[in-house]
T-cell receptor, first 113, second 110 residues
Framework: DGGITQSPKYLFRKEGQNVTLSCEQN?????MYWYRQDPGQGLRLIYY???????QKGDIAEGYSVSREKKESFPLTVTSAQKNPTAFYLC????????????FGSGTQLSVL | SQQGEEDPQALSIQEGENATMNCSYK?????LQWYRQNSGRGLVHLIL?????REKHSGRLRVTLDTSKKSSSLLITASRAADTASYFC??????????FGAGTILRVKS
């Protein structure tokens, strides 16, 4: 089955620790995205990538980093510089670049210990 | 930046009734999309309407777009308990990345 796989489903971060959220897609999509969702709020864009080895900052990139070494994979690292990391993180992909339909993974809930 | 704003924030109806949600946005768009999110899950795409379209249907869903008022509405007819979810509109800001609103929480009581 084609789709987007996010792992883990739940993740706990200790103070000062970096953690990495995994996102893999087998849809052969060029574009991939990371969104953050806080309770009762919409999605805010963290980073997006339109092609391998290239990515751009979204609206709330501070405290996060990404890489896009393979078309299928777009991992997100939440660094210790992100002081309020507790949120639901969603990865998505799309065929092209121009605001087309997004396919979402099932999300990762990150909490601080 | 928050582009789409949904209204109402929450809606509670009886099974079989129709549910209407509205979305307003600020800038010019190429298309507007609606997504559904069940609690603790990812978003699922429902429907996309382009700026040159006024109405679109998909099963029990009807979406309208009024570009002069910068608004859209999502109508779910004959609602079911399984329609209970959050619904988000998303617009393409200047033809690039999607920007999502805060969503409408729909509860359908059986």
């Amino acid at each position: 089955d084609g789709g987007i796989t996010q792992s883990p489903k739940y993740l706990f971060r200790k103070e000062g620790q970096n953690v990495t959220l995994s996102c893999e897609q087998n849809l052969n999509h060029d574009a991939m995205y990371w969104y953050r969702q806080d309770p009762g709020q919409g999605l805010r864009l963290i980073y997006y990538s339109q092609i391998v080895n290239d990515f751009q900052k979204g609206d709330i990139a501070e405290g996060y980093s990404v890489s896009r070494e393979k078309k299928e994979s777009f991992p997100l690292t939440v660094t210790s510089a992100q002081k309020n990391p507790t949120a639901f993180y969603l990865c998505a992909s799309s065929m092209g670049q121009r605001g087309e339909k997004l396919f979402f993974g099932s999300g990762t809930q990150l909490s601080v210990l | 930046s928050q582009q789409g704003e949904e209204d109402p924030q929450a809606l509670s109806i009886q099974e079989g009734e129709n549910a209407t949600m509205n979305c307003s946005y600020k800038t010019s768009i190429n298309n507007l999309q609606w997504y559904r999110q069940n609690s603790g899950r990812g978003l699922v795409h429902l429907i996309l309407i382009r700026s040159n379209e006024r109405e679109k249907h998909s099963g029990r869903l009807r979406v309208t777009l009024d570009t002069s008022k910068k608004s859209s509405s999502l109508l779910i007819t004959a609602s079911r308990a399984a329609d209970t979810a959050s619904y988000f509109c998303a617009t393409d800001e200047y033809g690039n990345k999607l920007v999502f609103g805060a969503g409408t929480i729909l509860r359908v009581k059986s």
